[in-house]
């Protein structure tokens, strides 16, 4: 038994035990971990309540106009047991995109607060002014006679994807004539949801038609672009905006006060003829605003997935996304911790136990507890300050416990705060967090290799079993 006791003095055993306790708490830390998934989801789960009844994140496209037209249909149908075909006169709708249309958007943002979450809704005032004309030579393309044309029975319609954010003051107007705006009759591309004005039109030279409403949202705002040129102008006292979409602005400007930008679309980019049968799909989403990415196509006249310009409110700082990040570098503090104790213990002598690196562990675990409670309420620069604080404190008095020497643990404090701290710069700095951490470990296997470069392993298992 003597012996048995004495083994496990060995460093070897010492280092495995580590490694083993270091191991084991990966499972309070994948609980932390899932913790953070949690808190997010009631997050989002708030911020829709929130936005509940207001509107949601908006994509708004239009005014197309939707022209009816007859086209002779040839059916076969089978009498008396022979095949018979029959010629039989339907309707269809063709969709034609303004030539040439510009939006101007102003975006007033507001926050809005449940309990500790928070949303950023919007009040958007969009106007715009298009012209169409009756491209000829896509009818021809299409095979469509322009006399089967119904020009009276035209209407222009407007893509809105959450009409509860429609305001009261709408306006069309089409060759000077303020036209009746009506709702529903929207377009593919906003799910078949917008409003729609019926005008008549001889289809003669060009129809010029300018549109103005008001429109509540929350977090995002898209625009589909339509017809041969596009231009939108979109202005906001936002100061944190983030472009997404198919297209980014070709000019911009980012403040204190807000942001203004400017998006360039010619019908070239969107791989869109000004004329189809069949109306644009709605854009491939992955997630609440976020669109994948369609390549240009040669559609031919038939419908395809849009494509969108996109802006959106957000948060200068994304508490979870950082939050999870953070929890991904709880291994690396940790290990360091366990490193230094490991070295107190094999170099200078202190003995540690199983149960104090699994306490001091729970303690480092405990951080990213404190960090995810305090954040939700006081910001996430500040709760770090917090949970750092209380963490290094309780683990180096503890430490000098442990080891049996404040001089010991000051170290021990030291190293967290050079932890703690270099976590806080690799959180802010996303794009050199590889290279630091690389670095780090590289000067850290360093110094362990230089400061057991003496150390025989199985030395001390081996001179156990002759004391014994």
Do not use: C
């Amino acid at each position: 038994m003597e012996i048995s006791h004495r083994r496990t003095r060995s460093p070897g055993i010492k280092l495995l035990f580590a490694v083993l306790v270091a191991a084991a708490l990966a499972v309070p830390l994948f609980m932390v971990y899932a913790l953070v998934w949690d808190r997010q989801e009631q997050s989002n789960t708030a911020r829709g309540t929130i936005t509940r009844g207001w509107g949601g994140a908006q994509t708004v496209t239009g005014p197309v106009l939707v022209v009816p037209y007859a086209v002779n249909v040839t059916e076969t149908e089978v009498v008396d047991g022979k095949q018979v075909q029959k010629v039989r006169r339907v309707t269809r709708e063709l969709f034609i995109s303004p030539k040439a249309q510009e939006v101007t958007t102003s975006l007033d943002p507001e926050r809005r607060q449940k309990s500790i979450y928070e949303s950023v809704i919007y009040r958007a005032k969009i106007a715009g002014k298009a012209s169409f004309v009756v491209p000829e030579d896509d009818l021809d393309r299409l095979d469509i006679d322009a006399g089967a044309l119904m020009l009276d029975r035209a209407e222009l319609h407007f893509g809105v994807s959450d009409p509860r954010g429609m305001e009261s003051a709408s306006k069309v107007v089409a060759s000077g004539k303020a036209l009746a705006a009506r709702p529903g009759g929207g377009l593919e591309s906003t799910g078949r949801s917008g409003f729609f004005a019926p005008l008549s039109w001889n289809g003669e030279g060009t129809l010029p038609v300018a549109w103005s409403y008001d429109l509540r949202g929350s977090e995002n705002l898209s625009l589909i672009p339509r017809g041969g040129d596009t231009r939108w102008h979109v202005k906001s006292a936002w100061p944190h905006p983030s472009f997404a979409g198919s297209f980014l602005p070709s000019t911009s400007e980012i403040g204190e006060d807000g942001f203004s930008a400017e998006f360039s679309v010619p019908d070239l980019a969107l791989g869109q003829g000004l004329v189809t049968t069949q109306d644009y799909a709605q854009p491939i989403v992955s997630g609440p605003g976020v669109y994948v990415e369609t390549a240009m196509m040669d559609r031919g006249g038939a419908g395809g997935p849009s494509m969108v310009a996109s802006v959106a409110m957000v948060e200068p700082v994304d508490l979870y996304s950082r939050i999870d990040r953070s929890v991904k570098y709880g291994f690396l503090i940790i290990g360091f911790t366990f490193l230094a104790f490991l070295m107190f213990d094999i170099v200078a002598g202190a003995s540690v136990s199983g149960p104090e690196y699994l306490l001091t562990g729970a303690g480092l675990v405990l951080f990213f507890v404190l960090l995810l409670a305090f954040s939700e309420v006081i910001g996430f620069a500040a709760a770090y300050g917090v949970a750092s604080v209380a963490i290094i404190g309780l683990v180096t008095a503890y430490s000098a416990a442990v080891l049996k020497s404040w001089g010991r643990a000051k170290v021990i404090g030291a190293l967290l705060v050079g932890l703690y701290a270099l976590l806080f710069v690799l959180l802010s700095l996303e794009a050199w967090s590889l290279l630091i951490g690389s670095i780090l470990l590289f000067f850290a296997l360093a110094g362990v290799m230089y400061a057991t470069r003496n150390v025989d392993w199985q030395g001390l298992g081996r001179a156990a079993d002759v004391e014994g």
